[in-house]
């Protein structure tokens, strides 16, 4: 079935530091991946959406200098965190719209934390 | 605004039928109805989805009412490995940026042995 890859599967940075997490979709073509983040014992929370060729767009009260959103490819989507505060410190999750299937297939997140 | 309503927390005994409600009184004709689970620390999988029909896969079964406004995910034996948060998600059928999926609390289901 299909599968997305997310590298690193976690990571510890300094504060002031940049990170960049990416995401590929390994057999299937993804002209949209989203970008979610999620907080100890919360839900899932879309941060933007990342489209082929062109800019994300960035759900309200994301800061998009901060999280800056790259997908130049059908099979590649990259997250860099610029610099990571401790409080930015969470769960970080893609997702990839496979359109043969009609779903989106998630990847396995990214633990990051900014000491 | 939040679609779906879930209840927080369910048990349930190894081998038997876990039924997991979902209420989405609000739900237009054309969203549909999407399952996804997470276990601890790991990305959500995608289970189960549907318009209006019952559809049922190698996972789960999934039971929609008539007038559409609430839905039941089946697992029809449910083992130890089951033990997740199980998101119910209504998502407007156009594509786009509209395919995004937006998740509530979801429902943490514990198969107890």
């Known amino acids: 079935g299909a599968v997305v890859s997310q590298h690193p599967s976690w990571v510890i940075c300094k504060s002031g530091t940049s990170v960049k997490i990416e995401c590929r979709s390994l057999d299937f073509q993804a002209t949209t991946m989203f970008w979610y983040r999620q907080f100890p014992k919360q839900s899932l929370m879309l941060m933007a959406t990342?489209?082929?060729?062109?800019?994300?767009?960035?759900e309200q009260g994301v800061e998009k200098d901060k999280f800056l959103i790259n997908h130049a490819s059908l099979t590649l989507s990259t997250l860099t965190v610029t610099s990571a505060h401790p409080e930015d410190s969470s769960f970080y999750i893609c997702?990839?719209?496979?359109?043969?299937?009609?779903?989106?297939?998630f990847g396995n997140g990214t633990r990051l934390t900014v000491t | 605004d939040a679609k779906t309503t879930q209840p927080t927390s369910m048990d349930c005994a190894e081998g038997r039928a876990a039924n997991l409600p979902c209420n989405h009184s609000?739900?237009?004709?054309?969203?549909?109805v999407y399952w996804y689970r997470q276990i601890h620390s790991q990305g959500p999988q995608y289970i189960i989805h549907g318009l209006k029909n019952n559809e049922t896969n190698e996972m789960a079964s999934l039971i929609i009412t008539e007038d559409r406004k609430s839905s039941t995910l089946i697992l029809p034996h449910a083992t130890l490995r089951d033990t997740a948060v199980y998101y119910c998600?209504?998502?407007?059928?156009?594509?786009?940026?509209?395919?995004?999926?937006?998740f509530g609390k979801g429902t943490l289901l514990t198969v107890n042995p």
């Open positions: 609000t739900i237009s004709g054309n969203e549909y």
């Open positions: 997702s990839a719209r496979d359109r043969n299937q009609d779903r989106l297939h």
């Open positions: 998600i209504v998502r407007d059928a156009s594509g786009g940026s509209n395919y995004k999926l937006t």
């Open positions: 990342s489209n082929e060729g062109s800019k994300a767009t960035y």
